[in-house]
């Protein structure tokens, strides 16, 4: 066992003394300098008051106001307010500017101590058309360029409604249309994994505005699909880390923005959408989808503005509602070839994979903003979110032989030598030809997620204050529900003995003619056509696995930043950040059950129809499990026979704990290097964050010598006990690590920019790896253990871009970066375990080699970005009503696997080389419509080694991926219109191969969807 840290758990650097009263005496110094600042402001005079667009009655976040003589500048902040402070005694021209609208300007006089209000209503010429018509996209894309040109480090953001209003309503589908981001749809076509900048998705973090989100299970990625998009304003990709930010994503930071009640002029505003998601009959689907063709997604926002205490639109609260039910259904093929790299290969395994599911989810999110004086604004938020599905059912049709490895021969393999090319296959009646059918469901799978959220601010012209803290819970059940995993195997009985034997079912498989719904035959053996040749699997006929999971995320941040009072624009600012995670695993109600060889055969159901069969006619009897069991258990207990052991088994092995807990503090500047001219257009942002993580991690793990068979059998929970009980483990682990960041930018224009940034940033091992683990191994005397002591993947990143910005309502950039990825893990031979009770196995396994996971190997990813946006009401006529964007992602990488084996960007599996996003739209009067295109590139995603030699002819792929979205809408009015979107309108599927392009391994077909809806604002 490795050792423990030399310090007690769990005593990070923001519970230490010298810290907090470190903390205590900063808090109570930066104060006092908050009210000299104020008392300074008022010596000088203070100017403040609202941006708005004149035609939406938005206000608008990030718009600039300045007085140029001065130069003094300050951006408009989230409740739609500026405030100039320290302004001299006398008139000023002050000029208000946003991307999209045409500038404002007024003059205004100030007195010393004078606080003086001037508020801006802007707008563009473009509003001749009546302002409902363009509100959304144009003004959501303004906002973000705005934002994005105001940034200090390089990051993109995108408005929610960006893309219309997309079939899901889930927050992957927006994400993955970002520069730098490239995704890999699940078996059901969903979109929540994505790579960022080549990195994998448990490898980044997501947050919400700025606090991270919990996982699920020993999953360390967020899952997008079981959030929905409404309850966001906006989303940024943070490419460009900075200390006063969390540091852990190796690619990049996806952090939403939740709606912000103040920048909305009126009093209240509602907004609905009613949507259908459909199946049509005159497009191909699976029977079973085409039994549940229609399914509704429903989202209502109300947001509003109230006068209390006496004062005027100081509170805000918003208010949406989500339910949504996601149906799918879909069709995959696997074909599985023998380990030959050159000439023709058999398949020694294919597989047809029928899969239906209805995701329901529903959310509630409920935010309140306060201010309380011009000086301090406290907000408080509530979010429930629920996803489930209680009806997912599978089913797999398998016939296989061998392995990937089992070389052909005349007598006793499965495969017959000489008799295969690259599209048939023939495989004889021996004992390893076996069918199996499996079908588990309904699949139980529950999600509850609840969130609380409370910020406040206290801006005292200088010295700015802010401080949250949040609450956040996760419980995920899932496993088999009331039903349970059924497997089904070939075989017929041996007529001597009158018993069921296992096998011996030969067939053909031919794709001369298509290969993605092959000829399949009998080659001799038991009838697989018949369902009395089959039977229950040996060890697993009928399994039910119920599992849970929690986690418990709390989190807690306190930052100052001081504006130093000297003609360079400078800001100073640190902070302290404090997280800790507890998650619990408990997996106690696992069961397997397997059958007597005796036994007679199951009833099948004859009304299931698969895809495959309505393609090939291929009739192969499929059993339902709900036929079988009550509530996941069986019905006839007289029929099955429960392994005990695994049970009692699975309480310790499946039952752990981990506690994870970081604190964080930071230092940095922020500011320009002059007061005007060329300095005033030359920024900076830098510093250094440190962090500190401790995990303890607890649970079970076996002994040594293992009881025998039949002592399980005899007394399972004895057995069980004496394998498990007694080696309980206690894992902790930490790391302490430092992460610089300097940010650069130059406004050579106004509208030309460009940036520099050097950053660190680190991605935490995962899980798993930190969880107690011990496999012996006898034979070769080495112990495999999991290593809590493992540091995190730590990557130096480069950014520069150029950033062009123009009218109307555009932008253009080009990015490049570099990333030296250092502390892979890999595995290696650690040393010899020592003698004595206290070697930590107690006592066990002394002399013996300790094998487990280090931090070693490294990589290097690299690559250019593109992105470009324009609407182009420049246009005449029909031609004004045009919008286009773009983005283009490509990457290079190459790294080391054990520290030894040198692997290309063909190599690497997980990155993703290439990316790419267009989106189409165009609008007359109250008609609009849209193209989304996305495509993601050919890349690895399994490499196979075996002893550190690789298996190219075993390694997979995914082939590119395009997919095609159309979209179009009719505004009757604000308050209603109507919307009809397709999803994969080219039923675009997923497919991989194995060894070269000419191995198609597996094909998954998610089919086309249509969405029908009704939407409206008032």
Known sequence: MLPAPDLPFLRCCVRAGA??????????????IGLSAVRAAEAGGTISGAVSNVQTGNLLEGARVEIPKLGLSVLVDATGRYLLSNVPPGTHEIVASYIGLDPMRQTVTVASGQRVDRSFDLTSGIYKLEAFKVTGEREGNAAMITEKKNADNVKDIIAMD????????????????LPGVAGSPTDEGLAYRFNMRGMDPTLNNVTVDGQSMTTLGTNRSFELQSITGTMFDALELIKGHTPDKGADSLGGTINFKTKATFTMKEKSRTTYNFSTRWAPPFL??????????????LNVA???????????????????????????????????????????????????????????????NLKADYRWSQYTRFSLGVTGNDNFERMRRRVTVRAFTGGATTVPNATTTGVVPGLFTDTVTVVRPVTAAQIDVTMDGPLNYYVRMRRLDATGEHNYGRLLIEYAGSLSTTHLNNGNGRGGTLNMRSGGVNPATGLFVYGGTGWILDRSQNREHPIFVQNGGPDFTDPNNYRPRPTDGLVQQRNENDQFLKQARIDFRYTLPIAMPTNLKTGVHWRELRMDDWAGDRHRWSVATSAAPLPHDPTYVSYDRVKTGRAIPVWQSHMF?????????????????????QKYTGTRWLTEEIGATYLMAQGRLGADGWGRRTGYLGGVRWERTETLAKGWVRSRALSTTAQQQADPIGSATRDYANNYRLNPGKYTKAFPSFHAFHDLTKDLKVRASYSTSYGRPPISNLLPGETPAEATRTVTVNNPGLGPYTSTNWD???????????????????????????????????DGLDNGYNGEYSGWTMRTNVNGGNATAQGWEFAYSQQFTFLPGLLKGLAFSANYTWIDTHGLRD??????????????????????SWRYRKFSTRVLYNRTGEHITTFSVTNNVPNPALHQYRFPMTTLNWGMGYQVRPAMGFSLDVANLLNEPQQFYIGHKGRVRRSIYNFVTVTLGVNGRF
Do not use: C
């Not at 191909?284 to 997604?297: D, N, W």
């Open 19 to 32: 810290r907090v009263r470190f903390l205590a005496g900063l808090l109570a110094f930066l104060t006092g």
């Open 162 to 177: 960006s893309f219309g209003y997309l079939p899901n309503m889930s927050a992957g589908e927006v994400v993955m249309r």
């Open 284 to 297: 191909e689907q699976t029977p079973l989808r085409s039994q549940h063709r229609a399914h509704p997604i």
């Open 302 to 364: 109300h947001q509003e503005v109230f006068d209390v205490f006496g004062d005027t639109r100081n509170l805000g609260v918003s208010l949406n509602l989500f339910f949504s039910e996601n149906a799918v259904g879909g069709f995959a093929n696997i074909f599985d070839y023998t380990n030959i790299a050159n000439g023709p290969a058999p398949v020694w395994d294919y597989q047809t994979w029928d899969n239906i599911n209805n995701r329901k989810q529903m959310s509630l």
């Open 629 to 649: 069991t009550t509530d996941g258990r069986p019905t006839d207990a007289n029929y099955w026979v429960e392994d005990r052991y695994y049970n009692e088994q």
């Open 800 to 834: 520069a871009t150029v950033e062009y910005y123009f009218e109307p309502v555009g932008s253009f950039t080009v990015g490049w970066f570099h990333k030296d990825i250092r502390d892979f893990i890999i595995t290696q031979d650690v040393g010899t375990i020592d």
């Open 899 to 920: 520290g030894t084996l040198y692997l290309t960007r063909r190599e690497v599996a997980g990155f993703i080389p290439h990316a790419m996003n267009v989106t189409l």
